[in-house]
């Protein structure tokens, strides 16, 4: 089976609906990464050994 062969089904049913994938929003996404970078730069200050 190829791919092409399986991918059919999946992209005839996408096509058909007009609202089956809901985008992430973009602010709580962005926000998101934020908050995570912030809390990896406070642990690496934080435990940093070279002082």
Known sequence: MSLHAAAAPV???LAESSDAHHS???IVTGGGALVV???????????NKDR
């Open 11 to 13: 992209r005839s049913v």
């Open 37 to 47: 970078l912030l809390i990896l730069l406070f642990l690496t200050t934080r435990f």
């Open 24 to 26: 992430l929003n973009p």
